[in-house]
């Protein structure tokens, strides 16, 4: 791929993260304070397509690993998750430990703890779900099945009122098909990218009426209908690639491609200073619900990059985003090869 294609990928899921973000920051707040603020409704109007597309995005690449031998395939698409998951769990888990054994008791979190094992914790859930997603897509693809029938039934379970209490099966139900469709239809999301880079204008009269459409089903509580979440899932999935090619060609908001460069930075480590900044501006009580919701997205998506900028000045604590050596399968890292990074 082009250097200027990867940027509006990393564009794409910058955009992406900072949605995710947002989404915990503004309903975190407005569940401390009791009342919603303007925010609320960019919140609401993201939902659709918040999550399906950071899964399309995530499966774009796989076309290129995904005919690896199993022990290198399943250490960097299931160990390398699993490691992040672990470690960022644990540090969750410590820093909230306090709030659930008042809750449940010690021995109560205790199990809580080894219970997030197998129920995916908290703001990790993706995490979790990615290295599941790209299992199934190694086990349909080695079998040699057809496609079509993988995404029709990757539709359906969409489609289907599937709400039984397991992240795991009712994430997996819900977002596979997204996932699955990045790694099927990658070169057309490609070329969906280069139409938008060649007709600037068309591309903003289609996002203008997406925008429409897409906030008026919102609007109306239309938008998590069975069909109609597939179809504006997709859609927006489309409209962000479509805007982040736009910004991409603008040579503008370039804080964006690096974001998205380190989403999973910020992915892992947003939850400490929201859950902060979220208590000290709810203490000093001088912000509406609005302005206090833009502000801890803003601290939450930052604070993550400054750490990390943290580490690479002092060279201390890599291991929190890239994967020591013990963490490898045997065989499968090269002798000097550098950790790998989160992402």
């Known amino acids: 791929m082009s250097s200027t ?7 794409a899921k910058g955009i992406c993260i900072i949605f995710v973000v947002m989404m915990h920051s503004v309903l975190g707040v407005e569940a401390a ?41 399943l250490d960097r698409k ?44 908290g703001t990790l859930w993706f995490i979790y779900m990615l290295p599941v997603f790209f299992v199934v897509c190694k086990l349909t693809h080695d079998r040699g099945l057809p496609w079509q029938l993988v995404l029709g039934i990757a539709a359906l379970l969409q489609i289907a009122p599937i709400h039984t209490g397991w992240l795991l ?12 469709a990045g790694y099927i239809f990658a070169p057309k ?28 089903l919102v609007a109306a509580g239309w938008s998590g209908l069975p069909i109609v979440s597939l179809a504006l899932g997709a859609a927006g999935a489309g409209a962000i690639v479509l805007t982040s090619t736009l910004i991409t060609e603008a040579g503008r908001f370039n804080f964006l491609s690096h974001f998205g460069e380190n989403s ?9 200073p929201m859950g902060v900044t979220r208590v000290i501006l709810l203490k000093l009580g001088f912000l509406d619900i609005g302005t206090i919701s833009l502000i801890v ?19 201390f604590g890599w291991f929190l985003f890239r994967r020591p050596g013990w963490a490898y399968l045997p065989g499968t890292l090269a002798p ?6 989160a992402e």
């Open 5 to 11: 294609r990867i940027d509006w990928v990393d564009t």
């Open 78 to 121: 299931v160990i390398h998750f699993a490691y992040f998951y672990a470690l960022w769990m644990t540090i969750q888990f410590a820093v909230k430990a306090p709030v659930f054994a008042a809750d449940l008791g010690w021995l109560g979190a205790v199990q809580y703890y080894f219970v997030s094992f197998i129920q995916p914790f």
């Open 264 to 272: 999973i930075v910020i992915y892992l480590a947003f939850f400490f």
């Open 169 to 180: 099966v009712d994430e997996f139900a819900s977002r596979f098909v997204y996932f699955y």
């Open 33 to 73: 304070a009791g009342e919603t603020g303007w925010m609320h409704a960019i919140v609401a109007f993201a939902a659709p397509f918040r999550m399906p597309d950071f899964f399309l995005i995530s499966g774009l690449f796989l076309s290129n690993v995904i005919t690896r031998d199993w022990r290198l395939y």
């Open 297 to 315: 997205t803003a601290v939450s998506v930052i604070s993550p990059m400054i750490l990390f900028w943290m580490i690479q000045k002092t060279n």
């Open 189 to 216: 999301i490609f070329q969906l990218a280069d139409w938008a880079r060649a007709r600037v204008p068309l591309s903003l009269t289609v996002l203008a009426i997406w925008a429409l459409v897409n906030g008026g």
């Open 336 to 341: 000097k090869a550098r950790l790998q990074p």
